[in-house]
C-alpha cells in the first residue's frame, strides 16, 4: 500500500514573516566542516550550512517526524520505490525553477562521492523523472530506511551544479545564498528573497547570516554577551548561568543522539564479550553526568537515544555501575592482573569527559592511554585496524538508526570493526523491513544483542545548550542539532 507523507497544515506567510527581518545575525560554531559539499558533510556545523544553503525534499520534524519541505508530497509506493512530488513554483538562488531533474542530479552526486555516503545511496538503482515535478527513486531492495538518509543528504541541486567551485558559488534552493567563504574563519550568506512560500524549516531571520568558526567556549560566550555573535552553539553546561545573567537566553534541548566508546572487537583482549561487559560496569556514567554535564543527560542501555529513535525501549535498563562485577569479569577473562590499551578522541570533544572515563577504567585495572587527534584525522580512522581499540564518539541524528548501524556495527560496514552474525542478521533484517512496527521491534532486539556483546561503552543522550540574545525572536534549536537561522521551524 502507498504509504504518502503530505504538507502539514499551511500557516499564513504573513504569520511566519513576523516580526521583522533583523539586517545581521552572526553565528557561532566549533569547527570549519571544511566543505560547503552535501555529500562531504558529515557533522552538524557543516549540515548547519548547507541546510541553510540548500533544501531536501524532506525534513525530520520537531518530534522526530518525516515532514515534506521542498516536497509536496513523499510516497512510498511500494517497498522499494519513493515518489517525490515537488512543490509548484519553487525557484534556485539562479532563478531557475526546482524540477524533477534537481532529484536526479542530487542522487547521482550523492553516489559519485565517496563512502559511507556513497554506499548509502547506492540501493537507488534508477531515478524516473514522471513530470516536470514528480520523480521516482527505484531502489534494488527494499529499503525503508532511506528516507532517513533522504533528509539529511539528497538536497536539491541545480543544472550547473560544479562540485569544484562550491566555495565560491553554491546555488542551492534554501533560505540563504553563500555570499562569501572564507576557509577557517567564516561564511556568509545572504538571505533567498524567493523563500517567502510557508516552508516547514521556517523562514530567514535576518538578512545576512555570518557563520563563524570558534573552537573555544569561552571566546563564544565573550562574543555573545558582548554583542558580537547573536547565537552561539555547543555550549558546556556549566555556562548557562553565566549566558543568562549576561543578558541573553539559554536554550536547551535534547538533541537525538548518543555518546558511547566504541570498542574494537577485531583485536585482543576486546575480541572477549566479558572484557567489553567489564568496560561498561567500570564507568559510572551517572557521575560524570552529573559533575561535567550539569545533569543534562540520561543513562543509555544502547545506542537508540530517547523515544524519537526508531528501537528506543524505555523499559532497557542501562549496565550498572558496579566496579566488583567489572573486575570480576576481567578475571573470569583471564585478566585479573588488568590490561593496557588507547582510546581515541576528537580534539573536538570534551577532554576532561575522556579523562574521566579512562580514570574511572583505571580503577578496575584497565589502564587507557589517550590520544587526541584532529577531526578530520579522527574520521580517517574508523575502521584502521592499527587505530586505538577505543575510541569515544558522538552520533546525530540518530531518528533512524540504520545509517550508524550499517556503518559501525555490521560487520561489513565502511567504519566497523565489530563482528556478530546475531547483530548483522537483524540489521539486515531491519533494512529490508518494510513497516515502521517491525522495524522498531527488530531494532530493539538488537539492542538486547548488543548488551550482551556489547560493541560500545554506552553512555549518555546528547542535549545542546545554545546562547542567544534578546534580540534574536522566533529561532528554535532542532533535535538534529542543525543551527539554521530560520524562525518558524517545523510549523507551516
Known amino acids: 500500500m502507498a504509504t504518502p507523507m503530505m ?38 556545523d557543516g549540515w548547519s550550512i548547507v541546510h541553510s544553503l540548500y533544501d531536501a525534499p524532506i525534513q525530520f520534524g520537531p518530534n522526530g517526524e518525516i515532514q515534506p519541505l521542498a516536497a509536496e508530497s513523499f510516497t512510498q509506493l511500494d517497498p522499494t520505490t519513493f515518489e517525490i512530488r515537488l512543490r509548484q513554483g519553487l525557484l534556485f538562488h539562479d532563478g531557475k525553477p526546482v524540477t524533477s531533474a534537481a532529484v536526479t542530479r542530487a542522487v547521482r552526486h550523492l553516489q559519485a562521492s565517496r563512502p559511507p ?19 521516482r527513486l527505484r531502489c534494488a531492495e527494499p529499503c525503508a530506511w532511506l528516507p532517513a538518509q533522504i533528509a539529511v543528504w539528497m538536497l536539491l ?14 546555488v542551492g534552493s534554501g533560505p540563504y545564498k553563500l555570499d562569501a567563504y572564507e576557509p577557517g574563519n567564516e561564511v556568509h550568506l545572504i538571505r533567498n528573497e524567493a ?55 539559554s536554550i536547551d534541548a535534547p538533541t537525538v543522539g548518543a555518546a558511547w566508546v566504541r570498542i574494537a572487537t577485531d583485536t585482543a ?48 535498563q542501562p549496565f550498572s555501575f558496579d566496579q566488583e562485577r567489572a573486575r570480576q569479569l576481567l578475571s573470569d ?21 575522556a579523562e574521566a572515563i579512562a580514570a574511572m577504567l583505571g580503577d578496575v ?19 584502521d585496524p592499527a ?18 548501524l550499517s556503518l559501525v556495527v555490521s560487520s561489513s560496514g565502511f567504519l566497523s570493526r565489530y563482528s556478530n552474525p546475531r547483530a548483522d542478521e537483524l540489521i539486515q533484517s531491519a533494512a529490508a523491513e518494510p513497516d515502521r512496527t517491525g522495524r522498531n521491534a527488530l531494532y530493539q532486539q538488537l539492542g538486547q544483542t548488543l548488551m550482551d556483546e556489547p560493541a560500545a561503552i554506552y553512555l549518555w543522550n546528547l542535549s545542546s545548550l545554545y546562547g542567544v540574545a534578546e534580540s534574536v525572536d522566533g529561532w528554535s534549536p532542532r533535535g538534529d542539532e542543525y543551527v539554521i537561522p530560520t524562525r518558524g521551524y517545523g510549523q507551516a
Do not use: C
Open 7 to 44: 504538507p502539514p497544515a499551511v500557516a499564513s506567510t504573513t504569520a511566519q514573516e513576523s516580526p521583522a527581518l533583523l539586517g545581521e545575525i552572526v553565528v557561532d560554531l566549533l569547527s570549519d566542516p571544511g566543505t560547503l559539499d552535501p555529500a562531504l558533510t558529515y557533522a552538524f
Open 117 to 135: 555516503v556513497s554506499d548509502l545511496f547506492s540501493v537507488v538503482s534508477a531515478v524516473e523523472e514522471v513530470d516536470a515535478t514528480t520523480a
Open 157 to 170: 541541486l541545480p543544472k550547473q551544479f560544479d562540485a569544484a567551485s562550491l566555495t565560491e558559488s553554491s
Open 195 to 249: 523563500y517567502t512560500w510557508p516552508s516547514p524549516k521556517g523562514l530567514p531571520l535576518a538578512e545576512r547570516i555570518r557563520f563563524r568558526f570558534v573552537p573555544e567556549a569561552a571566546t563564544r560566550l565573550s562574543d555573545l554577551l558582548s554583542g558580537g555573535a547573536s547565537i552561539i552553539a555547543s555550549m558546556p553546561f556549566e555556562q548557562r548561568r553565566a549566558i543568562d545573567d549576561g543578558g541573553a537566553r
Open 269 to 316: 583482549p576486546f575480541d572477549d564479550a566479558r572484557v567489553r561487559q567489564a568496560l561498561n560496569h567500570a564507568v559510572d556514567v551517572q557521575a560524570i553526568i552529573d559533575g561535567l554535564l550539569s545533569g543534562q543527560g540520561t543513562r543509555l542501555a544502547s545506542f537508540y537515544p530517547d523515544e524519537r529513535a526508531l528501537g528506543f525501549d524505555p523499559s532497557r
Open 333 to 353: 577473562a583471564g585478566h585479573g592482573d588488568g590490561l593496557s590499551t588507547v582510546m581515541d578522541i576528537a580534539t573536538t570533544e570534551r577532554q576532561d569527559i
Open 365 to 383: 585495572g584497565i589502564t587507557v592511554e589517550l590520544r587526541p587527534a584532529e577531526q578530520a584525522t579522527f574520521n580517517e580512522q574508523w575502521s
Open 387 to 404: 587505530a586505538a581499540p577505543l575510541r569515544f564518539a558522538t552520533w546525530r541524528p540518530l531518528y533512524d538508526p540504520h545509517t550508524l
